[in-house]
């Protein structure tokens, strides 16, 4: 029976998270729902660089990951997949994403977990609050 027809994995290319996509994509398999991977960074400049060419480096990181990604797991898995790169929050950009895509289900890894707690003192609190399809997370040692 088909639950889900999008599921989206929240990254940030971590060993855990690429060990968690590959469960993300064993699910996305059997129910033959298409997999959208969300990529999202934050703008926090180092004073280094401008913001422009810091933006450019954080979203061409991102690209570069997902190249591989798309490389080692995605191109032969028979899954249709969407990757997303984009400014903000974690828990912000899932929200939207689920919002604007009519996500199904939405599996998080241990390390986006962390992220979010890291990032916002309340973003997983939040994200559960407002979620508008189930969530599953992922232990780091599945």
């Known amino acids: 029976m088909k639950l889900y027809k999008k599921i989206l994995y929240p990254t940030d290319f971590s060993e855990n998270s690429i060990r968690t996509m590959d469960y993300a994509l064993r699910v996305s398999k059997d129910q033959n729902a298409e997999l959208i991977l969300l990529y999202a960074y ?18 061409e990181h991102g690209w570069k990951n997902y190249e591989a990604v798309n490389k080692e797991l995605l191109a032969d898995s028979e899954v249709g997949y969407t990757y997303l790169s984009e400014v903000g929050f974690i828990e912000d950009r899932i929200l939207a994403t689920v919002n604007e895509n009519d996500v199904d289900l939405v599996v998080i890894c241990d390390s986006v977990h962390k992220a979010i707690k890291s990032q916002n003192k309340y973003g997983n ?10 969530l599953m997370m992922v232990p780091a040692d599945l």
């Open 42 to 59: 934050r703008l926090i400049n180092n004073g280094n660089s401008d913001h422009i060419s810091h933006r450019n480096n954080l979203a």
């Open 125 to 134: 609190e939040r994200l559960l609050k407002r979620i508008s399809c189930p």
